[in-house]
């Protein structure tokens, strides 16, 4: 079954950076729009980020508008999240996933091919 890879959380202090990747495991990559959700502990999964199969057109949750950039690669076969300035409110697993279905780019059900996540903590 396919599905995607998440890589790059770690640790890092109020202010620092960190750049997560999206792969695609079981095929290669596709040119489908993707996105970023995070879900912090006890919250609903939400939406962070969300790039066209081009990568032309991007737009990000207001939570993390001038602080994170997606961005994607189709010749790697891979997707990012440049994430700056990181705040403690921050911190969640975060999950990239192809969007392969209708409905808004910010509604999680629109997603497929979940990965398993990767844990992002700040600390303050």
């Known amino acids: 079954q396919v599905h995607m890879v998440e890589s790059g959380g770690g640790l890092v202090q109020a202010g620092g950076s960190l750049k997560l990747s999206c792969a695609a495991s079981?095929?290669?990559?596709?040119?489908?729009?993707m996105g970023w959700f995070r879900q912090a502990p006890g919250k609903e999964r939400e939406f962070v980020a969300f790039?066209?199969?081009?990568?032309?057109?991007?737009y990000y949750g207001d939570s993390v508008k001038g602080r994170f950039t997606i961005s994607r690669d189709n010749a790697k076969n891979t997707m990012y999240l440049q994430m700056n300035n990181l705040k403690p409110e921050d911190t969640a697993v975060y999950y990239c996933?192809?969007?392969?279905?209708?409905?808004?780019?910010?509604?999680?059900?629109?997603?497929?091919?979940w990965g398993q996540g990767t844990q992002v903590t700040v600390s303050s």
């Open positions: 790039i066209s199969g081009t990568g032309g057109v991007t």
């Open positions: 996933a192809e969007k392969r279905r209708g409905g808004s780019s910010t509604w999680a059900p629109a997603y497929d091919s």
């Open positions: 079981g095929r290669a990559f596709s040119t489908l729009p």
